[in-house]
């Protein structure tokens, strides 16, 4: 489901559950469905709050506040696929309306910005007054690979580079300029900074094409998987230094969801097998205590269903098309890196690090001191720590780590809710602790406090 379009061929899905996502701090399940949308309380858990203004394909939460990003079905023509509307459950008025060219694939939100993906362009807005501030040219991304870090400090932007890195030891020669966003088959993640609106990093993640990223809460890792789903790396940001790589399994898998714990200590993974696998982020290794603090703006009492101050007074409508508004994106930035690695690609190291994936296991073994991580980990991927089974197979599943006890909570296709106990001692199978349907009720409206307060 990665969040999305819960109905494609061959998954098993409920056909009212048109998406769901969790929110920044995975407290609260922001669910979309045929009738409208409803977001609900993990733990413990129960419905919030709920409308039926009709079928609804996206619902991003801005972590525990009252702001919501909603975009429509299409079934109607005041439900089109390319408007978003941001909305106030607690005052239950629309605060902003924006109108796109392409059909909005994704949105992703944080304290600071405001991201709209569409198939070849991703938008960047100042979310305390909604004004665009850049527009990025992207290659072709239908399957909107795209992660917004939750932190508002160090707010990345990572997707899918549209050129490989001319230092990745994956590409033969160094591309020229002049391939564009033609392709996306580098295997590299582009970072970009979403404040200061500048090109930070290209991450030579995978030797196939990208199909998933993931960012921890403080924007200080990142999470990739390729179209072979075998291998998971995890980078530290925003030198992009490898800093772990998982061994998802042997065979090759569709990632659905990839997911850090808030304290950055656990990363979960699940595929189109029935099994969802948990990595230990060993605390030595660079960036591991990266995430120890999130800013989930979460009290000891559940949601804080509060108006956002960010918003203030901003409740006028603001529609029409944007198609050539915003900066062109960031084409000179992007240029002036390349140059600067392909520059730096041109000395001894690099050479070596071209050379030596030619390396066999053997050769490797002896000589591994002498090579660079990068390379040397190609080997050793570490297995998971701890997994646990989805009870359905052929569905597609969300999954999140709770930032108050040892959870695993899976969202699946289907519109169940599942809770898992993961044992951070020995690890091995996670025990089944509860298990909910997100869809009862769901055209009933409600607006009400978290359930248990």
Avoid at 5 to 17: C, F, T, Y
Avoid at 259 to 265: Q, R
Avoid at 272 to 287: A, C, P, Q, R, Y
Wanted: charged fraction near 15%.
């Amino acid at each position: 489901m990665s969040s999305r379009s819960a109905a494609r061929g061959g998954i098993r899905s409920n056909p009212d559950l048109l998406s769901v996502s969790f929110n920044q701090d995975s407290t609260c399940i922001a669910t979309g469905t045929r009738k409208g949308y409803t977001i609900t309380n993990c733990d413990p858990f129960g419905k919030v709050y709920g409308r039926s203004d009709g079928a609804t394909s996206i619902v991003e939460m801005l972590f525990c506040t009252s702001l919501v990003a909603l975009v429509g079905a299409g079934d109607r023509p005041a439900s089109s696929t390319r408007r978003l509307q941001i909305v106030n459950t607690k005052r239950q008025s629309t605060i902003c309306e924006l109108t796109f060219p392409t059909t909005i694939l994704d949105v992703k939100l944080n304290r600071r910005r405001l991201v709209v993906v569409l198939e070849e362009r991703i938008y960047v807005y100042d979310i305390s007054n909604m004004k665009l501030l850049h527009e990025i040219e992207t290659s072709p991304n239908p399957n909107a690979i795209c992660a917004l870090a939750p932190s508002s400090e160090n707010s990345y932007l990572a997707y899918p580079s549209p050129l490989p890195s001319p230092a990745t030891p994956f590409s033969g020669a160094p591309p020229s300029p002049s391939a564009g966003a033609a392709s996306n088959s580098s295997g590299d993640v582009l970072l970009f900074d979403a404040v200061s609106l500048s090109v930070t990093n290209i991450i030579q993640a995978h030797k196939s094409p990208v199909a998933f990223v993931a960012l921890n809460s403080t924007g200080t890792l990142l999470a990739t998987a390729s179209d072979k789903g075998t291998v998971i790396r995890v980078f530290s940001l925003p030198n992009g230094d490898k800093v772990h790589e998982f061994r998802r399994g042997s065979y090759p898998a569709k990632i659905f969801s990839i997911s850090f714990n808030a304290a950055s200590t656990l990363l979960c993974v699940s595929s189109d097998t029935e099994t969802v696998h948990i990595f230990k982020l060993l605390s030595g290794s660079k960036g591991g205590k990266a995430g120890s603090q999130s800013a989930s703006g979460r009290g000891a009492s559940g949601p804080d269903w509060e108006e956002h101050d960010r918003f203030g007074s901003g409740n006028g409508r603001n529609g029409g098309m944007i198609g050539g508004a915003g900066e062109q994106g960031g084409a000179g930035a992007y240029d002036a890196l390349i140059d600067s690695k392909r520059n730096a690609n041109q000395g001894v190291g690099g050479t070596l690090r071209r050379k030596s994936l030619s390396f066999g296991r053997g050769i490797a073994g002896s000589v591994g001191g002498l090579l660079p991580g990068a390379v040397t980990g190609i080997w050793d991927p570490q297995r998971d720590f701890a997994y646990l089974k989805i009870p359905t197979s052929g569905v597609k599943s969300v999954v999140a780590l709770s930032g108050s006890s040892p959870q695993v909570m899976v969202v699946t296709s289907e519109g169940v809710f599942y809770s898992y106990a993961i044992d951070l001692e020995n690890g091995g199978e996670c025990i089944l602790q509860k298990s909910f349907s997100l869809l009862d009720g769901i055209g009933d409206e409600s607006n009400g406090s978290p359930m248990g307060d």
